[in-house]
């Protein structure tokens, strides 16, 4: 783990991780990826979440087996351990190739320098037009206020 962020308001844990990818079948296939995990916590004691405003006889799961609303709006107790609800794990694009095509994984940073060099020198070779567009965007009138979305017209 390299950081760790905690959003005490929401219960959302993010952190940054290394981590080192290898196929057993594969024995020569080895890859080192950083990604950040983003954790949703919920409060809990044992198997049963802690809910102090609500009955003890609320359900705490849903028939999909989710969390209920109440269950998440409970405050939890300070001796409750923190369980996950639910983990997403996001990849960058170029740690993510590193699984598929971990030696040739230089490929994705060398498309990004160019696709940037493309951009750089397109800004300025399209320049002009930019400059006529806007020269004559003056010709065209607006409305001063545009009508609000719900307004019926």
Not at 34 to 54: I, P, Q, Y
Not at 111 to 120: E, N, R
Request: hydrophobic share 45%; glycine share 4%; with cysteine.
């Amino acid at each position: 783990m390299h950081s760790v962020s905690w959003d005490r308001h929401n219960d959302v844990l993010y952190v940054g991780i290394t981590q080192v990818f290898s196929i057993w079948a594969i024995p020569t296939h080895r890859a080192e990826v950083s990604l950040v995990t983003v954790l949703h916590l919920v409060r809990g004691r044992g198997d049963v979440l802690v809910d102090e405003d609500e009955d003890e006889g609320a359900p705490i799961l849903d028939e999909r087996g989710l969390l209920t609303p109440a269950a998440l709006r409970a405050r939890p107790r300070e001796s409750a351990k923190w369980y996950i609800q639910s983990q997403n794990d996001l990849y960058q694009t170029d740690q993510f190739v590193k699984f598929f095509m971990p030696h040739l994984a230089w490929i994705v940073p060398l498309w990004q320098y160019f696709a940037t060099l493309v951009c750089i020198v397109a800004s300025y070779v399209f320049a002009p037009v930019t400059w006529w567009e806007e020269t004559r965007q003056t010709q065209f009138t607006r409305i001063e206020k545009p009508p609000a979305w719900n307004d019926g017209k």
